[in-house]
C-alpha cells in the first residue's frame, strides 16, 4: 500500500516536468499545424498513464554525482550497496504505529488508521469517481448506438465515398434522433452517429459534418480521449493532468477543423455550420461526453471560429516540426520510465568501533557440489516443510556447511538465517536447487554459532569466499512491506490451551547450536556438567510447536513457515517463556505430504493470538550477480 502511494508520488512529481515541458514545445510550435500540438499533448497524457508501470519494471538508470545525493528517492525506491557486516538480528523497527498493542490486562484490538490508509482511500474515492463519469458517458453512447439506426436518406453512399478519399476503412453511420449533435465513439469499431435531422441539411454541411467526423475516425481520437480520461481518473489531484487533457481536446478539435478546411470548405460556411449544429444541441454537454467525441460544444466554439477564421493558421505540418514531435515523445516516455539515483556524498573518516568485526579470511575452503543430497531432497514433497540448510563454526576457526544452496549459504553471510525467505530476491533458479558442501579453515579462530546464525567474524570471512569464488555480488534495499503484527485475539486477554508458561529445564532453540545433519555436535569435556538437553522445535505436517520459547522466538519461527513467508513482529506483551503447540483439526488425519496446519486459524483457537496485517520498512538482500563457485 505504501509503496503504491510512493510511486504515485514520483509519477505526479514526474509529470510536472513532462507537462511543463509539454507546454514549452506547444508553445514553440504555436505557428505549426493544430495536429502538431495536438501529438505534443497526448505523448505527455501517454507517458502519465504508462508511468506507473514503466517505474516498476524499467532498468535505465542515471546515477547523479554526490552533489545530488539530498534529490535521492527514499531507501524504498534507491537501494543502496549492501553493507560490509549486517546485523544478524530482525532489521524491522518495533514502533510501527502508534497503536497500542494488547496486553493481557487490555486485551481490546484497536482499529489501525494510519495516513497510508487515509491516502489510499481519499485517493480511490477520488479515482473512482472520475472512472464513474466515465462508465456512465460510456454506457449513454452505448445507449445511443443501440437506439441508432441505418440512415433511411441515401446520404450514406456520400459518406462512404469520402471516407474512401480519406483512407478510413471500416467505419458504420448511423441515424439517432436522441442526438441533435453529430459524433464519434469506439475505439476498436468506429462508428459514425448523425442527427435525424442530417438527412435534411445541405450536401455542403453533410459534406463539412462527414469530413470533421471522419478526421476523428483517422485520427484515433476515442482512443486517445479514452486515454485521457484514465489519465485524469488516475491523477485526478493533479491540475496539470486536467490540463494537459484540456488542452488535447481543444488541439484535437482545431485538428479535425483543419482537414475541413483543407478539403476545399469555405472558412465562413463551415464556421456557420458549426454555429447552427451547435444551437440545435439541446444542451452544452451531452449524456455522451465522456464517451464520445462530439462535434461542436457551445464553451468552446469561440476560439474554435477565430482559428477558423484566421487566414494566417497553418492547417498542415512541416517534417521538421514532426521530427520535434516524435522527439519529445521520446524523451517523455524516457523521463516516465528512468530510475535515478545519486552517489553517496563523501564520508569523512570515523572512528573505528569499539567492537569491530575482525578481517578474517580462510586459508583453505573447500567449496564441492553434493549431489547425494540433491537427489534426497529432491524426493521430498515440495508440500512438506524443511529445515534449511545451516553453516557452523567449529573449534580451530573451522567452518561447515553440509548439502547447502547458494541461497542458504547468502543467508547465513548476511545475516539472515532466520528471516523470511522472500527477505532475498533475485538470482538465477539454480541457487535454489544446487547444493555444496563447504569446508573453511580460517587464520583465526571462531565463536560458536548458535540457531541464531553465525558469528559476525564468521559471515564476514564467509562473504569474502562467496564474493571470490561465486562472483556473488548483493544490494541492500528497505522498501516499506506487507508485515504481520502478532497480537492477543481474545477481548478479555485469555490465552489457549496451546501456549502455557513454560517450565524450563531445557536450552531454548535460538541460544544452542542447530542440528545439521552431517555436522558434529560437541559433546562436554571430561568433569563437565552435562549442558541442558535442547529445547525441542516440532515443525511437522499437522503440528507445530515449541518448548521454552519467548514470543520475540515464535515470531521468528511463523516467518519462516511457508504459509506466511513474510517478517512477524511481537506485538502480544507476553513476557517470559511459553510451550507452544498447535495441530491440525483431530478430526482428519494429516496427509505425509501436507503444509503444516493453516496457521492464523490455529493461532486463534488454540493459542489465543492472531496475525494483524500491517506495514514497515523492511530490510532485504538483492543478488545482484553470482555464479557457480570456480574449482578448488
Known amino acids: 500500500m505504501a509503496d503504491a502511494i510512493a510511486l504515485l508520488v514520483t509519477a505526479s512529481l514526474r509529470i510536472i516536468g513532462i507537462c511543463a515541458a509539454a507546454w514549452l514545445v506547444a508553445l514553440a510550435l504555436r505557428r505549426s499545424s493544430a495536429a502538431v500540438r495536438h501529438m505534443v499533448w497526448a505523448c505527455a497524457i501517454a507517458a502519465a498513464v504508462l508511468m506507473p508501470v514503466l517505474l516498476q519494471v524499467s532498468t535505465w538508470r542515471v546515477v547523479l554525482p554526490a552533489a545530488f545525493s539530498s534529490w535521492a528517492p527514499s531507501p524504498a525506491a534507491a537501494p543502496r550497496v549492501a553493507p560490509a557486516a549486517p546485523d544478524s538480528a530482525l532489521t524491522v523497527p518495533q514502533a510501527l504505529t502508534p497503536a497500542r498493542a494488547s496486553t493481557p490486562q487490555d486485551g481490546a484490538r484497536p482499529r489501525q488508521v494510519t495516513f497510508t490508509s487515509v491516502a489510499v482511500g481519499l485517493w480511490a474515492a477520488g479515482a473512482g469517481l472520475a472512472l464513474l463519469w466515465v462508465v456512465n458517458g460510456i454506457i449513454a453512447t452505448s445507449r445511443l448506438r443501440r437506439s441508432a439506426a441505418r440512415p433511411r436518406a441515401g446520404w450514406t453512399a456520400e459518406a462512404r465515398a469520402i471516407a474512401a478519399v480519406m483512407g478510413v476503412g471500416r467505419v458504420t453511420f448511423l441515424e439517432s434522433a436522441g442526438s441533435a449533435?453529430?459524433?464519434?465513439?469506439?475505439?476498436?469499431?468506429?462508428?459514425?452517429?448523425?442527427?435525424?435531422?442530417?438527412?435534411?441539411?445541405?450536401?455542403?454541411?453533410?459534406?463539412?459534418?462527414?469530413?470533421?467526423?471522419?478526421?476523428?475516425?483517422?485520427?484515433?481520437?476515442?482512443?486517445?480521449?479514452?486515454?485521457?480520461?484514465?489519465?485524469?481518473?488516475?491523477?485526478?489531484?493533479?491540475?496539470?493532468?486536467?490540463?494537459?487533457?484540456?488542452?488535447?481536446?481543444?488541439?484535437?478539435?482545431?485538428?479535425?477543423?483543419?482537414?475541413?478546411?483543407?478539403?476545399?470548405?469555405?472558412?465562413?460556411?463551415?464556421?456557420?455550420?458549426?454555429?447552427?449544429?451547435?444551437?440545435?444541441?439541446?444542451?452544452?454537454?451531452?449524456?455522451?461526453?465522456?464517451?464520445?467525441?462530439?462535434?461542436?460544444?457551445?464553451?468552446?466554439?469561440?476560439?474554435?471560429?477565430?482559428?477558423?477564421?484566421?487566414?494566417?493558421?497553418?492547417?498542415?505540418?512541416?517534417?521538421?516540426?514532426?521530427?520535434?514531435?516524435?522527439?519529445?515523445?521520446?524523451?517523455?516516455?524516457?523521463?516516465?520510465?528512468?530510475?535515478?539515483?545519486?552517489?553517496?556524498?563523501?564520508?569523512?573518516?570515523?572512528?573505528?568501533?569499539?567492537?569491530?568485526?575482525?578481517?578474517?579470511?580462510?586459508?583453505?575452503?573447500?567449496?564441492?557440489r553434493n549431489k547425494e543430497v540433491e537427489a534426497e531432497r529432491a524426493t521430498i514433497h515440495p508440500n512438506i516443510p524443511t529445515v534449511p540448510g545451516r553453516a557452523q563454526t567449529r573449534p580451530g576457526g573451522v567452518l561447515l556447511g553440509r548439502g547447502m544452496t547458494v541461497r542458504e549459504l547468502i543467508r547465513d553471510a548476511y545475516g539472515y538465517r532466520n528471516r523470511a525467505q522472500g527477505d532475498i530476491v533475485g538470482g538465477p533458479g539454480w541457487i535454489d536447487i544446487e547444493r555444496y558442501d563447504v569446508q573453511a579453515k580460517a587464520d583465526a579462530t571462531f565463536t560458536a554459532s548458535t540457531s541464531m546464525g553465525l558469528p559476525p567474524e564468521a559471515e564476514a570471512a564467509l562473504r569474502a569466499l562467496l564474493a571470490e569464488r561465486m562472483n556473488l555480488k548483493v544490494r541492500v534495499e528497505s522498501p516499506r512491506r506487507p508485515v504481520y503484527e502478532l497480537v492477543l485475539h481474545r477481548d478479555d486477554g485469555r490465552l489457549g490451551s496451546g501456549l502455557t508458561p513454560s517450565k524450563g529445564g531445557c536450552r531454548p532453540f535460538f541460544q544452542r547450536e542447530a542440528v545439521n545433519a552431517g555436522l558434529v555436535i560437541d559433546k562436554p569435556k571430561d568433569g563437565e556438567p552435562p549442558p541442558l538437553r535442547p529445547c525441542p522445535l516440532v515443525i511437522a505436517p499437522g503440528r507445530m510447536g515449541a518448548e521454552n520459547m519467548t514470543m520475540g522466538d515464535w515470531v521468528r519461527i511463523l516467518a519462516l513457515t511457508p504459509q506466511l513467508n513474510r517478517t512477524v513482529i511481537d506485538r502480544t506483551g507476553l513476557t517470559g517463556s511459553f510451550d507452544i503447540m498447535i495441530k491440525a483439526p483431530a478430526d482428519r488425519e494429516p496427509d505425509p505430504a501436507e503444509l503444516l496446519p493453516a496457521i492464523k486459524p490455529a493461532l486463534e483457537s488454540q493459542l489465543g493470538l492472531t496475525l494483524r496485517n500491517a506495514e514497515a520498512p523492511v530490510e532485504i538482500l538483492v543478488i545482484e550477480s553470482v555464479e557457480r563457485p570456480t574449482e578448488n
Open 181 to 368: 449533435m453529430p459524433f464519434v465513439c469506439g475505439v476498436i469499431r468506429p462508428l459514425v452517429v448523425m442527427p435525424a435531422e442530417a438527412s435534411t441539411w445541405t450536401s455542403e454541411r453533410r459534406r463539412a459534418v462527414l469530413l470533421h467526423e471522419l478526421a476523428h475516425v483517422r485520427r484515433h481520437d476515442c482512443l486517445t480521449q479514452l486515454l485521457a480520461r484514465v489519465a485524469c481518473a488516475i491523477y485526478w489531484f493533479h491540475p496539470l493532468v486536467w490540463l494537459a487533457a484540456h488542452r488535447l481536446r481543444v488541439e484535437r478539435e482545431r485538428a479535425c477543423d483543419d482537414v475541413v478546411l483543407t478539403s476545399g470548405v469555405r472558412g465562413s460556411d463551415y464556421g456557420r455550420h458549426l454555429v447552427e449544429i451547435a444551437r440545435s444541441a439541446v444542451s452544452p454537454a451531452s449524456g455522451f461526453a465522456a464517451g464520445g467525441v462530439a462535434m461542436a460544444h457551445r464553451r468552446r466554439l469561440e476560439e474554435r471560429l477565430v482559428s477558423i477564421l484566421d487566414p494566417h493558421v497553418l492547417r498542415t505540418s512541416p517534417r521538421s516540426a514532426r521530427l520535434v514531435v516524435t522527439a519529445f515523445g521520446l524523451l517523455a516516455l524516457g523521463a516516465a520510465s528512468l530510475q535515478v539515483q545519486a552517489q553517496a556524498p563523501a564520508q569523512p573518516p570515523a572512528a573505528a568501533p569499539a567492537a569491530a568485526t575482525p578481517n578474517v579470511t580462510f586459508e583453505v575452503a573447500s567449496i564441492k
